[in-house]
């Protein structure tokens, strides 16, 4: 179950999510639609101090407000997924005889979207319904009948050339998983395989697999979410050294360019041996104010023509 019974209850078909506590708290934001398509509807995210001063500990429910949109009755409308932890945070562990399920990371942004019979078809992000990314993922799912979504929240990666990442991936809407939105529970891996295939809707499916937690392979891209095979509960996040190291030399403020040029050798040690040279190449270029006035995208291209280049 994903669900924390005690706290999140069904009524009939209707499951509810009340954290006005959690809000009173300033632990959960609650967007609130007061006009419009939308209105009556609210997006509950967890605050940011949650993220930065790790406070998870403190209620289960913070782990489901990660978009989760609720109407005025506090009756779940969408439910993407719950809160997953990387690999050793928050003492977060698999064991390494473990079969697990494998599905690969797509780097983009997160869209869910959810059928109703009041508002159609929602196309929610994280923390709105109406930004200019939830309007960019319509543009990539809004292509199916009312019966396709029913039931469900469908959980997409959006990647679009307009928004480009870490890692660089092939356009479109990859449906990364199905919820129930009777229940909470998450469908299969081939449950998402056969929504995709048998609809033919153009959407995109990760490629996964099924290993043993040790014989997890290395990958080029973000890295793996990890799903127990027996159990289907996703057990952990799993992020590519590959990516964490171009993360790290892409998205970097004052004080990270200040390590790199100025105590290279500890920044060297949160890298992957392959961008050892990438690092050396670096410094051996740019000056560290240059560097720092580079852009993200500016970065990321340096690297990549690096890496075509060797």
């Given at each position: 179950?994903?669900l924390?019974i005690?706290k999140?209850?069904?009524?009939?078909e209707q499951?509810?999510?009340?954290?006005?506590?959690?809000?009173?708290?300033g632990?959960?934001?609650k967007?609130?639609?007061?006009?419009?398509?939308?209105k009556g509807l609210?997006?509950?995210?967890y605050?940011?101090?949650?993220?930065?001063?790790?406070?998870w500990?403190?209620?289960d429910?913070?782990?489901?407000?990660?978009g989760?949109v609720?109407?005025e009755?506090?009756?779940?409308?969408?439910?993407?997924?719950?809160?997953v932890?990387?690999?050793?945070?928050?003492?977060?562990?698999?064991d390494?005889?473990r079969?697990?399920?494998?599905?690969?990371?797509?780097?983009?942004?997160m869209a869910?979207a959810?059928?109703?019979?009041k508002?159609?078809?929602i196309v929610?992000?994280?923390?709105t319904?109406?930004?200019?990314?939830?309007?960019?993922?319509?543009k990539?799912?809004?292509?199916?009948?009312?019966d396709?979504?029913?039931?469900n929240?469908y959980?997409?990666e959006i990647?679009?050339?307009s928004?480009?990442?870490i890692v660089?991936?092939e356009e479109?809407a990859?449906?990364i998983?199905?919820?129930?939105?009777?229940?909470g529970n998450?469908?299969?891996?081939?449950?998402?395989?056969t929504?995709v295939?048998?609809?033919m809707?153009?959407?995109?499916?990760p490629s996964?697999?099924?290993?043993?937690?040790?014989?997890?392979p290395e990958?080029?891209?973000?890295?793996?979410?990890?799903?127990?095979?027996d159990?289907?509960e996703?057990?952990?996040?799993?992020?590519?050294?590959?990516?964490?190291?171009?993360?790290a030399?892409q998205r970097?403020?004052?004080?990270?360019a200040?390590?790199?040029?100025?105590?290279?050798?500890?920044?060297?040690?949160?890298?992957?041996?392959?961008?050892?040279?990438?690092l050396?190449?670096i410094?051996d270029?740019?000056?560290?104010?240059?560097y720092?006035n580079?852009?993200?995208?500016?970065?990321?291209?340096?690297?990549?023509?690096y890496?075509?280049n060797?």
């Amino acid at each position: 179950m994903y669900l924390f019974i005690k706290k999140i209850t069904t009524r009939g078909e209707q499951m509810k999510l009340n954290v006005q506590d959690l809000i009173d708290q300033g632990l959960v934001t609650k967007k609130t639609y007061k006009e419009g398509k939308y209105k009556g509807l609210s997006v509950l995210k967890y605050h940011r101090k949650v993220f930065y001063n790790n406070l998870w500990h403190l209620d289960d429910r913070l782990l489901e407000c990660r978009g989760t949109v609720v109407d005025e009755a506090w009756n779940i409308i969408v439910l993407p997924f719950k809160k997953v932890f990387n690999l050793n945070e928050n003492g977060t562990t698999v064991d390494p005889e473990r079969e697990v399920i494998i599905p690969e990371k797509i780097n983009g942004f997160m869209a869910a979207a959810t059928m109703t019979e009041k508002y159609g078809l929602i196309v929610s992000t994280t923390g709105t319904l109406d930004s200019d990314y939830a309007t960019l993922a319509r543009k990539w799912i809004e292509k199916v009948d009312a019966d396709f979504f029913k039931g469900n929240t469908y959980l997409f990666e959006i990647c679009d050339k307009s928004d480009p990442h870490i890692v660089e991936e092939e356009e479109g809407a990859y449906l990364i998983g199905i919820r129930n939105t009777e229940n909470g529970n998450l469908l299969s891996e081939e449950a998402c395989d056969t929504a995709v295939g048998v609809n033919m809707y153009g959407y995109k499916r990760p490629s996964w697999e099924v290993v043993k937690f040790k014989d997890i392979p290395e990958t080029k891209k973000e890295g793996f979410m990890v799903r127990c095979a027996d159990t289907q509960e996703v057990l952990c996040k799993l992020k590519s050294p590959h990516y964490l190291s171009k993360k790290a030399l892409q998205r970097c403020g004052k004080s990270k360019a200040k390590r790199i040029f100025k105590d290279t050798k500890s920044f060297r040690e949160q890298l992957d041996e392959e961008f050892y040279e990438v690092l050396d190449k670096i410094i051996d270029t740019f000056t560290e104010e240059e560097y720092l006035n580079l852009t993200e995208q500016q970065r990321r291209k340096w690297i990549e023509e690096y890496f075509e280049n060797e």
